[in-house]
């Protein structure tokens, strides 16, 4: 399979593409004054502590206060090392209003929630995942030869020996550490072994609260996460992003400055591979399949539901096939909308009842597979009898939707507008409370043209009827400003 990045940076925000045999599969954006924060670390204050949910609020300096739970707590003996023996069982035993902590964001600001935050302290590199507060080695699921796994783990052991770093140091080797030499893994540990140093100067001088450790920038570390042996081209559009990706490969990954282009082109890059076109519709709600069928995304604040559908589809044997092909060409889709639109959380799949397991287990396995080059963990459960399938993802920042959209003012969020009826009904009943409240001579109904349209049309004759009861005169006029459900009543 052939990967290619694609980099739109703009002095205003930089925008990725990660492209599978030509295909969209995964975007990231970045803006100048809403920039991402997870692996940030801050020094901050603690302003409330929570019993009830074994959790507190942080003041870290940002708009909203960040989170940290009970699990994401790290007991550090004098030396500032971790103390596996001390589990954290009640949040008022770890922390007190007023007291001082360093923390990691492992979560963006999402909706209203404040960032979410973890004293297990990480820094990434090429290959490995420094964790200086914490005694392991682990190594990531993805390197699946045993044999290289075995000569990793004891590689990195002899590289921490020789480099003197206290045994109380943890490390992670990352998925692109297979094949790796002694030398790039001594180099790893030794770049990140001098950024900890700084850290640590950084944590003595810093004031409460502020930044004391930011990641490298959208484009950096894209390239730094995405190298793969898959990977054939970067494409950048910037020559300032260019020039500061060729610098970084040349210090990380010396051999991947090949593969770095700089795109010079008259049309913009992301029109170049379609790739604007992609992105509006994954916003939205209807996703056709190449057989006539589609799928349905309806977001929620609690869950996400896709609803596959035939649509057009008629098949050519019997119904089962037609609908067993339906499910299948779904579940690769799906796969892909779920890193396209980064929907992250609980999933439900409602696909089309299947009466043959075989079939079943099918169309499971092929949505494993698909969701396997995925970077976000998730975990699926099996078909229930109502054909649902219950899957999780995990959400570490805004899905696309939320990068890109806000909520409608007009439906506040429904979906759905009264309907021009319903509206006019609604004046209705306003006048007549008003009648009762209040004394006047006569009412004048101000509302949107589609409304004030239907009442002097359709609804001319209630208008008159009420006018005949309540024994004053209604006058309409529109108001183009206000939306279909905005209306006032004003009374002389």
């Known amino acids: ?22 295909l969209l599969q995964e975007a990231y954006i970045e803006r100048v004054n809403k920039r991402g924060l997870v692996g940030k670390i801050y020094k901050g204050k603690v302003v409330r502590v929570l019993p009830g949910m074994q959790a507190a609020f942080v003041d870290v300096g940002l708009e909203r206060t960040a989170f940290i739970h009970t699990a994401d707590i790290v007991m550090l003996n004098d030396e500032g090392f971790e103390e596996k023996k001390k589990i954290v069982g009640d949040i008022c035993q770890a922390l007190r209003e007023g007291e001082v902590i360093i923390a990691q964001v492992v979560k963006d600001p999402i909706g209203t929630k404040g960032a979410r935050l973890t004293t297990y302290l990480s820094l990434p590199s090429r290959y490995l995942v420094y964790m200086p507060r914490t005694q392991h080695i682990g190594i ?21 020996q020789q480099e003197g770093l206290d045994e109380h140091s943890g490390f992670i080797i990352r998925t692109a550490a297979e094949g790796a030499s002694k030398e790039e893994i001594t180099n790893d540990i030794r770049f990140l072994h ?22 490298l920038p959208l484009f950096l570390r894209t390239i730094r996460d995405f190298i793969g042996p898959g990977l ?14 060729i610098a970084f490969v040349d210090s990380l990954v010396p051999e991947l400055k090949g593969k770095i282009e700089l795109y010079q082109g008259e049309m913009p890059i992301f029109d170049l591979y379609s790739i604007e076109d992609e992105i509006i519709k994954a916003l939205g709600r209807k996703v056709p399949l190449k057989s006539g069928g589609h ?26 096939e037609t609908i067993f092909k339906t499910n299948m060409e779904a579940a690769s889709a799906i796969g892909r909308q779920l890193r396209l639109r980064n ?10 009842d299947m009466l ?57 969020g429904r979906g759905r507008l009264k309907t021009p009826e319903t509206v006019c009904y609604e004046i209705f009943r306003e006048i007549l409370r008003q009648v009762r409240a209040y004394s006047s001579r006569s009412y004048l109904v101000l509302a949107s043209r ?3 349209e239907r009442l002097m049309e359709e609804e001319s004759s209630s208008l008159a009827d009420l006018e005949a009861l309540i024994n004053r005169k209604i006058q309409v006029q529109v108001e183009p400003m206000y939306t279909q459900e905005e209306f006032d009543v004003v009374f002389r």
Not at 5 to 12: G, K, Q, S, Y
Not at 145 to 156: F, G, N, T
Not at 343 to 352: A, L, P, R, S, V
């Open 1 to 22: 399979m052939s990967e290619e990045i694609l980099i739109n940076d703009t002095p205003m925000e930089t925008r990725i593409a990660l492209l599978e045999n030509g």
């Open 140 to 160: 990531s699921q993805r390197i699946e030869d045993v044999s290289e796994r075995s000569r990793l783990l004891a590689m990195i052991k002899t590289c921490m």
């Open 194 to 215: 001098r950024q900890w140093l700084a850290v640590q100067l950084s944590i003595k001088r810093a004031k409460v609260p502020s930044a004391i450790y930011d990641e």
């Open 232 to 245: 054939e081209k970067i494409r950048i559009d910037s020559q300032d992003a260019y020039l500061k990706s």
């Open 295 to 320: 799928l349905v995304f309806d977001q929620t604040e609690a869950m996400t539901t896709i609803d596959v559908n035939t649509g057009t589809f008629v098949g050519r044997r019997n119904l089962e």
């Open 343 to 352: 929907i992250g959380g609980i999933i439900i799949i409602d696909f089309i």
């Open 356 to 412: 043959d397991p075989e079939h079943q287990r099918q169309v499971l396995r092929l949505l494993k597979q698909v969701l396997e080059r995925d970077k976000a963990k998730s975990h699926i459960n099996g078909m229930s009898m109502l054909g649902l399938v219950e899957m999780t993802r995990k959400r570490t920042r805004e899905n696309l939707q939320q990068i890109l959209c806000d909520t409608c003012p007009e439906c506040d």
């Open 450 to 452: 589609s409304v004030a």
